[in-house]
């Protein structure tokens, strides 16, 4: 009987890669029809060719994306009927519907379907596919009545055999093995901010990545032009789930580090815990409207101003009036500084008028020219300048930290000390937590046109003159046409919007990547415990309807400026709207491992959520006591024992941040290339990363080196030792040269 349906699994499948081949090959055909398509007609023509485009082009990447393991699942109904669950929809020809996205509303029962609550459904089949190919095939036998004799409920081998799979250094959805509890997450409503807590293994960002799907499927007339940004905790780790996204039939999600959430800033300096959490303290906000309102500058004493040989007086009291008309604007600084310059332009150009007058020049003359003579001054301009200087938010923050003088005198409740830390040397590399601070002066700042506005009048000139030559060129021709016994009805507006070369098509995706000022339908935040005040406060301005999935576990905590507590992160900024779900069950880390770490934790006074891990591990956690001067040479030892016992998986040494370049140094010189060090270098057979780096990850099986320098790292925080220990889905070792921390021994 097995055999039987197995085959017709099989042949099923086999039409649905069919199918699938046959929408790639027709999507393909579009898209040379629209590229070959000559660039001819109005200019609502080529944007409806350019709209056609960029149609095919996302759903060809959609067909593209969800090749592998395209289908996973059957439900068999009360009412008879049959119904394939799988990553995208398929029609066939007539229509027919040949399979379900896991995201409809008639898929949900495939994984919230239970014997004691059937739903309708008599049996959920797991097909399990090699290639395209069905390889196995598992069922849940949710109706008795089925059960023939010697048959029983089977259903954990789909989970199991994803489970005990070796890692390759990229994420892998789940779709096909969502459990009940992650499904109901998923598929919470859109409105609100929705904080998924869990402790490790629990699934939390595979959640978050499937959420992300799910919202998108479900709103997709409301998001889709808005957009869904996806926020996560390092370049690494971005790098790791790049992939499950598309593999669910989405490719529109907008995935950035917190160190690249400002348009043209990747953050890339390294600094002390103590700097950190200083700049992402809510007092920083106030620093920075400081340090803008220290460039609206009074100067001491009355100036004189030389304009075309006449000297002219800029009063403090001129000046004083026109900085309190600019700031009563409301307007941010480099906006506000029109108001301001305009209102000091006709100050002085009355001036210059009462002079020339005052001269015995007459009253009748034509006076309009003085207005440009005041505007063009150098004096005048250097002056402008010298009070209100327009300026880019990496300027400001650049000269905050570098210019003791103006810290100084931005910072009036700070102490010598906590200036010492925000202090840097010019032209400095950007740290992560200074793009809070950059995306705050921006806010601040607002738009700045460095040329005064003169390349906006130079478009307008420009378009002038495109139009008049467009009139000539087309009065011949329509009088031509009209001779011919055809209406002439090219306007001259059409002609000049089509000889306009337009900006390069791109997605909602590419715009809000590059727009500061992009407003997100939605915000996923993973590993969110990590992130300091000023964080959140960017995070909530990209998306001010405040509908937030925020996944993290608060025990993970490793950051100096994080959290200790979601209320303590998200009260000041979402007020009451945010509720809390939590997931309870461990799907990555062996109970051994699992325990360990909880008991760590506890040891170190910390209260930590303790999911309850769904598998037993083939070992207990290894500790090797060693001198200090043999750490390293220890994991070059065991290096080959671990990759064994693993069977050759992935396996990860987790060191502190001040050994990670010798460690990985040591290893290369015996293993060579199979060595790889740091954020970029997770496909490797052996990666050699600090906890940081190690965050929202998972391997075979890991080393970790030094764990109590791991908590002193930490400034006491379990969060880096306890994220360290339960990254491995198999097996964990420790090399240490001093005792190790209460707790992880029985």
């Not at 997450?185 to 409105?191: F, G, T």
């Not at 809390?580 to 170190?604: C, D």
């Amino acid at each position: 009987m097995y055999d039987d349906e197995l085959a017709q699994e099989r042949s099923y499948v086999h039409g649905l890669y069919s199918r699938l081949d046959e929408l790639r090959a027709e999507k393909v055909e579009q898209l040379g029809d629209v590229r070959r398509a000559k660039s001819m007609g109005t200019h609502q023509n080529r944007s409806e060719r350019d709209a056609f485009a960029a149609l095919y082009e996302n759903r060809l990447a959609q067909l593209n994306a969800v090749d592998d393991k395209l289908v996973f699942g059957r439900l068999d109904l009360d009412d008879a009927q049959s119904r394939y669950i799988g990553r995208i929809g398929l029609l066939a020809e007539d229509l027919r519907q040949l399979m379900v996205d896991w995201r409809a509303p008639e898929a949900g029962t495939f994984y919230q379907a239970t014997a004691f609550e059937r739903m309708g459904v008599r049996r959920r089949r797991h097909l399990l596919l090699q290639g395209r190919n069905v390889k196995a095939i598992e069922d849940d036998v949710l109706d008795h009545t089925m059960l023939v004799d010697g048959e029983g409920l089977q259903g954990e081998g789909a989970l199991l055999a994803a489970l005990n799979s070796k890692r390759t250094g990229r994420m892998n959805d789940i779709v096909g093995t969502i459990q009940a509890e992650q499904d109901r997450i998923i598929r919470s409503p859109l409105s609100g901010a929705l904080v998924v807590q869990g402790g490790p293994g629990t699934g939390k960002t595979a959640v978050a990545l499937h959420r992300a799907a799910y919202l998108l499927y479900t709103h997709r007339e409301r998001l889709q032009s808005a957009g869904v940004l996806l926020v996560g905790p390092s370049n690494a780790f971005m790098k790791y789930i790049e992939r499950v996204l598309p593999s669910l039939g989405e490719t529109g999600v907008v995935m950035a580090s917190v160190g690249n959430l400002f348009p043209g800033v990747t953050a890339t300096a390294t600094e002390s815990a103590e700097t950190a959490e200083l700049k992402g303290r809510l007092a920083m906000a106030q620093v920075m409207a400081n340090a803008v309102a220290n460039r609206q500058r009074l100067p001491r004493e009355d100036v004189r101003l030389d304009v075309e040989g006449t000297r002219l007086v800029l009063t403090v009291k001129a000046v004083r009036r026109a900085r309190d008309k600019a700031r009563a604007t409301g307007l941010p600084h480099n906006e506000a500084r029109l108001t301001f310059v305009k209102t000091l332009l006709r100050e002085l150009t009355e001036q210059l008028r009462e002079h020339i007058e005052s001269a015995g020049a007459g009253n009748n003359a034509d006076r309009s020219y003085l207005a440009e003579d005041v505007r063009s001054s150098r004096d005048v301009r250097v002056m402008l300048n010298l009070c209100w200087m327009p300026m880019t938010a990496r300027q400001l923050v650049g000269d905050l930290f570098s210019k003791p003088e103006i810290l100084e005198a931005v910072t009036p409740g700070f102490t010598p000390a906590e200036r010492r830390l925000l202090a840097r040397r010019p032209g400095a590399p950007w740290s992560e937590s200074d793009v809070p601070l950059l995306d705050e002066a921006a806010e601040l700042l607002g738009e700045m046109d460095a040329s005064g506005g003169r390349v906006q009048a130079s478009a307008e000139a420009q378009r002038k003159r495109d139009l008049a030559n467009a009139e000539k060129a087309i009065s011949n021709m329509n009088q031509q046409l009209e001779d011919s016994g055809v209406d002439g009805i090219l306007t001259a507006e059409q002609l000049a919007d089509y000889n306009v070369v337009g900006e390069a098509s791109m997605t909602s995706a590419e715009r809000a990547l590059t727009d500061r000022t992009w407003a997100y339908g939605h915000v996923v935040v993973d590993e969110a415990q990590e992130l300091s005040p000023m964080q959140w406060r960017l995070l909530v301005r990209r998306c001010p309807v405040k509908s937030f999935t925020i996944v993290g576990d608060i025990a993970q905590t490793s950051s100096s400026a994080g959290a200790m507590s979601w209320e303590q992160a998200l009260t000041p900024f979402m007020g009451e709207r945010w509720t809390m779900e939590e997931l309870t069950v461990n799907y990555r880390t062996p109970a051994q491992i699992a325990e360990a770490a909880v008991r760590m934790a506890n040891a170190a006074g910390q209260v930590v959520s303790a999911p309850k891990a769904v598998r037993e591990g083939e070992w207990e956690p290894i500790v090797d006591h060693v001198a200090v001067s043999d750490v390293i040479a220890q994991v070059v030892s065991v290096m080959p024992e671990e990759t064994a016992a693993v069977g050759g998986g992935l396996v990860a040494v987790i060191a502190p941040a001040s050994m990670v370049q010798a460690t990985a140094a040591a290893l290369r010189a015996v293993y060579g290339q199979r060595i790889g060090h740091g954020a970029g270098s997770l496909e490797q057979d052996i990666v050699v990363i600090d906890p940081h780096e190690a965050k929202g990850l998972e391997f075979d099986g890991v080393i970790i080196t030094e764990p109590a320098a791991l908590l002193r790292g930490a400034g006491g925080r379990v969060g880096d030792l306890y994220v360290s220990m339960t990254r491995p889905t198999q097996r964990l070792r420790l090399v240490t040269s001093e005792p190790l921390p209460a707790g992880i021994e029985k």
